[in-house]
């Protein structure tokens, strides 16, 4: 089964961090650029992040940039997103999708929640 699976979403203090995993099963992700995404209650989903799948360059919203990171382990067939110095507004459904020319994948999403 062709799938991304997002993990390590949970409740965080403002200032807190967390590390989310998207992890394919069925294909290999070192051929697919990979992106990050989110959706807060009442809005549309954002992309903020991204990672190529050529040289690994990366692309980061402003909202986001100097506090996010995003990260791909080819060989554990993973792609990461380290968030540091998170804020009440990071509060959303994360989702990590995968594209290439011929195909496209997303994930079931992971719930960040931000708050005191």
């Known amino acids: 089964q062709l799938q991304l699976v997002e993990s390590g979403g949970g409740l965080v203090q403002p200032g807190g961090s967390l590390r989310l995993s998207c992890a394919a099963s069925?294909?290999?992700?070192?051929?697919?650029?990979i992106g990050w995404f989110r959706q807060a209650p009442g809005k549309g989903r954002e992309g903020f992040s991204c990672?190529?799948?050529?040289?690994?360059?990366?692309y980061y919203a402003d909202s986001v940039k100097g506090r996010f990171t995003i990260s791909r382990d080819n060989a554990k067939n993973t792609v990461y997103l380290q968030m540091n110095s998170l804020k009440p507004e990071d509060t959303a459904v994360y989702y990590c999708?995968?594209?290439?020319?011929?195909?496209?994948?997303w994930g079931q999403g992971t719930q960040v929640t931000v708050s005191s």
């Open positions: 999708s995968a594209w290439s020319p011929s195909n496209k994948y």
């Open positions: 069925g294909f290999t992700l070192v051929y697919y650029a």
């Open positions: 990672i190529s799948s050529s040289d690994g360059s990366t």
